[in-house]
């Protein structure tokens, strides 16, 4: 039983973890020899004949295919395959490396890779980028639907397209060491891999694989993110815009980031938490504050007992939606930079300090501290 990972063995977790991520947002171009390889492979796994494969380039245009080939030969020739698929990929490619794993590897040690590379492949590219894309797909298709009545969404396959990548990697590590050797699974990993199929949708008779997009943009998190176009394009023209993590539909994103139209009163209006927050980020709760016009209630000056040097508290009032709001504005003092605090308007927030006390849970009498910071 291995208990233990040697130095070169950690270094590679890394090796194996990246090769996985860095393939997914390298936005490879699809290899039809390969991917016709593969689907013929898990084709032959499920006990059914090679498809038809269909290639458009995007997910979305996967369900478009879908709508369409149904409408031109009949739904009754179609049935999805994606559970015996699944099934199959399980039984015959996961099983035997599953069982050699975990009859050879100590849990710490399994666990220790599924953190370092499992767990990151998924986050960065099955939870970023495939479950973001696919949930899109879905909410684009059902409102379709809403609207016209004849657009139906066929689920995307979980396994043999990117989705496939967190549990590949992790296995991936244990094949290179020598833990778990099988045939059919080093067969579904290399095509997987050189296959470059995006996501795809898998019927009986036919097979309808999306190519990756053209771009896939990150920040510094890794989270899908471009303040200036779309974070991930598809070469069909189909888009989606997200910033940090977020997901904006096109009017709004064009307007908050590209043409700057949005009021505070907009800003601070949008109902979606997430998106909020992401505009407040961008625009800068001190410079939205200040669009209001607000009216100075109090001031309050003092010295820093950090640098020594001066700082500056503001209270204001102003009005937003027809509605009173209070903000105290406080210069930071280690940094001096400014944060803004809400407070409710009662007497007891009728000043600076009474109103960082009540932040507090204090009255302005009650607050009385050592040290700013």
């Known amino acids: 039983m291995k208990d233990s990972l040697t130095e070169p063995e950690l270094l590679l977790m890394d090796t194996i973890r990246d090769k996985w991520i860095d393939r997914c947002n390298s936005c490879p171009e699809l290899n039809e020899e390969k991917t016709r390889e593969f689907v013929n492979f898990i084709y032959e796994l499920c006990d059914l004949s090679p498809p038809r494969i269909v290639f458009v380039d995007s997910p979305y245009g996967c369900q478009i295919a879908s709508n369409l080939l149904q409408s031109q030969v009949g739904s009754q020739v179609w049935s999805q395959v994606e559970s015996q698929v699944r099934s199959q990929v399980c039984s015959q490619v996961g099983s035997q490396v599953w069982s050699q794993v975990e009859s050879q ?112 943009d990150r920040d510094e998190k890794n989270r899908l993110s471009n303040n200036s176009g779309p974070a991930i394009e598809f070469g069909d023209g189909w888009k989606l815009y997200y910033v940090h993590g977020v997901n904006f539909d096109e009017e709004l994103f064009n307007n908050a980031f590209v043409n700057g139209f949005l009021t505070p009163e907009e800003i601070l209006g949008i109902r979606n938490a997430e998106q909020r927050a992401v505009l407040i980020q961008h625009y800068g709760y001190d410079a939205i504050i200040e669009r209001l016009n607000p009216k100075v209630i109090d001031t309050y000056y003092g010295i820093s007992q950090v640098t020594g040097t001066p700082v500056k508290y503001e209270l204001l009032d102003f009005v937003l939606s027809g509605n009173n709001h209070r903000v105290v504005q406080v210069e930071d003092h280690t940094l001096h930079k400014k944060v803004t605090l809400g407070v409710p308007i009662t007497k007891g927030t009728s000043s600076c300090l009474g109103a960082i006390a009540w932040t507090f849970g204090m009255t302005e009498s009650e607050y009385k501290p050592l040290i700013e910071s």
């Open 105 to 216: 590897v100590w849990s710490q040690v399994g666990s220790q890779v599924r953190s370092q590379v499992r767990s990151q492949v998924w986050s960065q590219v099955g939870s970023q980028v495939g479950s973001q894309v696919g949930s899109q797909v879905r909410s684009q298709v059902e409102s379709q639907v809403w609207m016209q009545k004849n657009i139906k969404f066929e689920q995307f396959s979980f396994y043999g397209d990117i989705s496939s990548y967190s549990w590949i990697s992790y296995y991936d590590f244990f094949s290179n060491i020598g833990i778990a050797k099988d045939k059919k699974f080093e067969v579904f990993s290399e095509l997987l891999f050189d296959s470059g199929i995006f996501m795809m949708i898998v019927f009986d008779k036919v097979c309808i694989i999306s190519r990756f997009p053209k771009n896939i």
